[in-house]
C-alpha cells in the first residue's frame, strides 16, 4: 500500500525533550512495521520494529505504538539529543513478501 | 566489514549513457533490493531478488535490470539515462523469515 505523501515535514525540538513522530499507513494486510533513521549522506538505518500483533513495543530511549484500528504508528524518542538529528521513515511489509513500503520521512531536528 | 556496501558513492553521467552501481553484502542474506530515493526523500522499492525469484515494481522502466551473479552481489544496470534517473540509489538485503532490511550507504547518480 501507499503511505503518506511527498512532502517531508520536520519537527523541531530541544534536546532533552521527548520527541513523536508519527505516521499514516493506508494497507490493512500489513503486519510488520519498522522505524528507520537516515542521516545525512547515509543509508537508512533500523531502530525498532513491531509486529501487528502487539501495540506497544520499547527500545533504548526509544517505543514504537501502533494502532490497526486507525492505521497509524509513533516512534517516541525519549530525551532526545543532538545524534538524533535525522529523517525517520516509517516502512511496512505483509508476511507475503519482504518488500519494504516506506513513508515520506520526517526531518528531526535537536535544538542545543 | 561493511555489511552492505555499493560502489561508486557518486556518479556522473551524460543523458543516454549506459552505467552500472555494484552492490555486495557480507551478511549471508539470501534477499536482495535496489530502492530508489528521490529529491524529497521519498524511497521506492524498485527490485527484489531471492536466490532465482525476481520481483518487480511495475513501475519501474525496463531501461532498469537487475544482475546477480551469486548471492552477495546484486548489480543495478541502467540503460540511456534520463533525466529523471537522478536520484539516490540505495541497495538492501534481509534474510527470508525475518523481514528487517539493512541498506548500503547509497549511490548519487546525477544525469547531465
Known amino acids: 500500500g501507499e503511505s503518506v505523501g511527498l512532502h517531508l515535514p520536520t519537527l523541531s525540538v530541544q534536546e532533552g525533550d521527548n520527541s513523536i513522530i508519527n505516521c499514516a499507513y493506508s494497507?490493512?494486510?500489513?503486519?510488520?512495521f519498522i522505524w528507520y533513521k537516515q542521516e545525512s549522506g547515509k543509508g537508512p538505518q533500523f531502530i525498532i520494529d513491531i509486529r501487528s500483533n502487539m501495540d506497544k513495543r520499547q527500545g533504548q530511549r526509544v517505543t514504537v505504538l501502533l494502532n490497526k484500528t486507525v492505521k497509524h504508528l509513533s516512534l517516541q524518542i525519549a530525551a532526545t539529543q543532538p545524534g538524533d538529528s535525522a529523517v525517520y521513515f516509517c516502512?511496512?511489509?505483509?508476511?507475503?513478501?519482504?518488500?519494504?513500503?516506506f513513508g515520506g520521512g520526517t526531518r528531526l531536528m535537536v535544538k542545543p | 566489514d561493511t555489511a552492505v556496501s555499493q560502489t561508486p558513492k557518486y556518479l556522473v553521467t551524460q543523458m543516454g549513457n549506459d552505467k552500472s552501481i555494484k552492490c555486495e553484502q557480507n551478511?549471508?542474506?539470501?534477499?536482495m533490493y535496489w530502492y530508489k530515493q528521490d529529491s524529497k526523500k521519498f524511497l521506492k522499492i524498485m527490485f527484489s531478488?531471492?536466490?532465482?525469484?525476481?520481483?518487480i515494481n511495475e513501475t519501474v522502466p525496463n531501461r532498469f535490470s537487475p544482475k546477480s551473479p551469486d548471492k552477495a552481489h546484486l548489480n543495478l544496470h541502467i540503460n540511456s539515462l534520463e533525466l529523471g534517473d537522478s536520484a539516490v540509489y540505495f541497495c538492501?538485503?534481509?534474510?527470508?523469515?525475518?523481514?528487517?532490511?539493512?541498506f548500503g550507504q547509497g549511490t548519487r547518480l546525477t544525469v547531465v
Open positions: 538492501a538485503s534481509s534474510q527470508r523469515g525475518r523481514d528487517e532490511a539493512f
Open positions: 551478511l549471508g542474506h539470501d534477499t
Open positions: 531478488y531471492n536466490n532465482k525469484e525476481l520481483i
Open positions: 516502512a511496512e511489509t505483509q508476511n507475503a513478501g519482504n518488500m519494504l513500503t
Open positions: 494497507n490493512s494486510a500489513s503486519d510488520y
